[in-house]
Structure formats: structure tokens, C-alpha cells
């Protein structure tokens, strides 16, 4: 009877080795055909339903008060070579800025309108926002640095954005935050900068842009 429980164990010990080991070379098939895509390159578009663009302002002068939403991608692609981002254009569809949350929390509505209006972006004359990369460069830590144009309100200023890419079944997907101020794009109202007397009415110049974006390969 002893034996037969001491036999009993070594095959489950065994059997877990065994589903390790599986599992383990099933991991690395997955990734190695992963690298071997990504490789190969290709085009690859942006899933503008998939993508998600967040936003983040804040009224300075007021402890806590911010204001969120969500700008959706319109269109863009990439194109990779031998492992490499070598081109890439999006474009951000300005008449979709929407506030999910405002710092009184009230108004949503009134501040999406008034941000699509000319006090800011004015999405009727200028319906998109553009970004056209110049250059990724793959840092130590394995995170990119993009380096590219912004295009907002017909004003071009160039920008870097620090990112994480990942490739899983022939889809690209990129992760980043940048901090940007908004005069430098025309976009002045509530601004300190050029109006006085403003009080705690002061918005401030620096706003956040957060993107989830997701590509896939063009057949």
C-alpha cells in the first residue's frame, strides 16, 4: 500500500513538471512567432473603435478641481520595417471631444460644446487634430520615445511622446501620456498668460493627453 502511494505521487509531481514544461514552450512560441510578425513588418492601421484618447485639465487656482473626457481617433497607420516603427500618422477627430467629469460636477455637456467651440479648438473650422511621427527610438528600459509633429487649429509644433509598445497577433498596440500647453496651439481662453483679473476662473495652460491606441495589420 505504501508503495502504491509513493508511485501515485511521482507521477503527479511528474505530471506537473510536465504541464510546466508545456506550457513554458507554448509561451515562448507564442512570443517568438510574435517577434517574427513584428520582423517581418508591414502596414498597419488604427481600429478607431478600439483606440481610446483621454483628456485631462485642470483649473489651477482651485484644490482638486479637474475636468476629463474622451476625444475619439478618426484614422492612421504604421508602418513597420525589419522590427522598426518607421512611419506613422493619426488623426483625431475634433468634433468628438466629449467631458465625462468636470470639477464642480455639473456640466458636462455645456463644457463639451464650449470646448469644440472658437474659444478653443473650434472643431467646425478645424475638424481634426493631426500628428505625423518623425522618429521612434527604443530606449534602455525597452519603452519608445516618438518624436513627431502636432498639428492643432492649423498651428504645427513638434512634440516627443515617451510610450510602450507591444505586438500580439499581427496587432500593435501603443500606451502613452504627454503634457502639453495649449497657447502654443492658439488655444487661449481662461489662460493667465494673456487675461488679467481672471481669479480662480484661471484655466490652466497645461492639459494631458492619455492614449490606449490598437493597429492592425493591413491584409
Same mark, same amino acid.
Given at each position: 500500500m505504501?508503495?502504491?502511494?509513493?508511485?501515485i505521487?511521482?507521477?503527479?509531481?511528474?505530471?506537473v513538471?510536465?504541464?510546466?514544461? @508545456?506550457?513554458?514552450?507554448?509561451?515562448?512560441?507564442?512570443?517568438?512567432?510574435?517577434?517574427?510578425?513584428? *520582423?517581418? /513588418? /508591414?502596414?498597419?492601421?488604427?481600429?478607431?473603435?478600439?483606440?481610446?484618447?483621454?483628456?485631462?485639465?485642470?483649473?489651477?487656482?482651485?484644490?482638486?478641481?479637474?475636468?476629463?473626457?474622451?476625444?475619439?481617433?478618426?484614422s492612421?497607420?504604421?508602418?513597420?520595417?525589419?522590427?522598426?516603427?518607421?512611419?506613422?500618422?493619426l488623426?483625431?477627430?475634433?468634433?468628438?471631444? *466629449?467631458?465625462v467629469?468636470t470639477?464642480?460636477?455639473?456640466?458636462?455637456?455645456?463644457?463639451?460644446?464650449?470646448?469644440?467651440?472658437?474659444d @478653443?479648438?473650434?472643431?467646425?473650422?478645424?475638424?481634426?487634430?493631426?500628428f505625423?511621427?518623425?522618429?521612434?527610438?527604443?530606449?534602455?528600459?525597452?519603452?519608445y520615445? #516618438?518624436?513627431?509633429?502636432?498639428?492643432?487649429?492649423? #498651428?504645427?509644433?513638434?512634440?516627443?511622446?515617451?510610450?510602450?509598445?507591444?505586438?500580439?497577433d499581427?496587432?500593435?498596440?501603443?500606451?502613452? +501620456?504627454?503634457?502639453?500647453?495649449?497657447?502654443?496651439?492658439?488655444?487661449?481662453?481662461?489662460?493667465? +498668460?494673456?487675461?488679467?483679473?481672471?481669479?480662480?476662473?484661471?484655466?490652466?495652460?497645461? @492639459?494631458?493627453?492619455?492614449?490606449?491606441?490598437?493597429a492592425?495589420?493591413?491584409?
Amino acid at each position: 500500500m505504501f508503495k502504491k502511494i509513493i508511485l501515485i505521487l511521482v507521477l503527479i509531481v511528474l505530471g506537473v513538471f510536465a504541464y510546466k514544461g @508545456f506550457n513554458g514552450a507554448q509561451t515562448k512560441s507564442i512570443d517568438q512567432n510574435n517577434m517574427e510578425n513584428l *520582423s517581418k /513588418g /508591414g502596414n498597419f492601421e488604427f481600429d478607431a473603435e478600439k483606440s481610446v484618447v483621454r483628456w485631462q485639465g485642470k483649473k489651477t487656482l482651485i484644490l482638486n478641481y479637474v475636468d476629463q473626457g474622451t476625444i475619439k481617433l478618426k484614422s492612421g497607420f504604421l508602418t513597420v520595417e525589419d522590427g522598426k516603427i518607421t512611419s506613422g500618422d493619426l488623426s483625431i477627430d475634433m468634433s468628438t471631444v *466629449s467631458a465625462v467629469k468636470t470639477g464642480k460636477g455639473e456640466g458636462e455637456s455645456f463644457l463639451s460644446k464650449h470646448l469644440m467651440s472658437p474659444d @478653443f479648438f473650434d472643431a467646425e473650422k478645424y475638424p481634426t487634430a493631426d500628428f505625423k511621427m518623425t522618429k521612434a527610438e527604443v530606449l534602455n528600459d525597452g519603452s519608445y520615445k #516618438i518624436d513627431g509633429v502636432l498639428t492643432i487649429k492649423g #498651428i504645427t509644433k513638434p512634440i516627443s511622446i515617451l510610450s510602450k509598445i507591444s505586438m500580439a497577433d499581427s496587432t500593435v498596440k501603443i500606451e502613452g +501620456k504627454i503634457e502639453l500647453d495649449r497657447t502654443e496651439w492658439d488655444v487661449r481662453y481662461g489662460s493667465g +498668460k494673456f487675461f488679467q483679473n481672471l481669479g480662480d476662473a484661471i484655466i490652466g495652460d497645461m @492639459f494631458t493627453l492619455e492614449f490606449d491606441l490598437v493597429a492592425n495589420i493591413k491584409k
